[in-house]
Nanobody, 121 residues
Framework: QVQLVESGGGLVQPGGSLRLSCAASGSIFSIGAMGWYCQAPGKQRELVATITRGGRTNYADSVKGRFTISRDNAKNTVYLQMNSLKPENTAVYYC???????????????WGQGTQVTVSS
């Protein structure tokens, strides 16, 4: 009913930048907090950054100062600007959103399918 689609991943050199986007679509009444998570091979999914509807942000210590999360509520889209990328940032990045659908009575968590980010020289 509600889908999240990530885009913007790819292969970049260390020190490079990428901008990830995640657009929510479907029968949406409202979207609360949104966030980005990453999962490297053999590791558990980890929080990268979150942002509330009002714009308050939270970052993992490892990305603070390098990554910036933002959102456009009119477009139901969340972004992750990734600067000064390091090889250890290589992972699949997943979008997350708390969504209230038009037919729902409570917010529920939705996940995107993920986009691959590879940082390598």
């Amino acid at each position: 009913q509600v889908q999240l689609v990530e885009s913007g991943g790819g292969l970049v050199q260390p020190g490079g930048s990428l901008r990830l986007s995640c657009a929510a679509s479907g029968s949406i009444f409202s979207i609360g907090a949104m966030g980005w998570y990453c999962q490297a091979p053999g590791k558990q999914r980890e929080l990268v950054a979150t942002i509330t509807r009002g714009g308050r942000t939270n970052y993992a210590d490892s990305v603070k100062g390098r990554f910036t999360i933002s959102r456009d509520n009119a477009k139901n889209t969340v972004y992750l600007q990734m600067n000064s990328l390091k090889p250890e940032n290589t992972a699949v990045y997943y979008c997350n959103a708390n969504v209230l659908s038009n037919s729902g009575s409570a917010y529920r968590t939705s996940w995107g399918q993920g986009t691959q980010v590879t940082v390598s020289s």
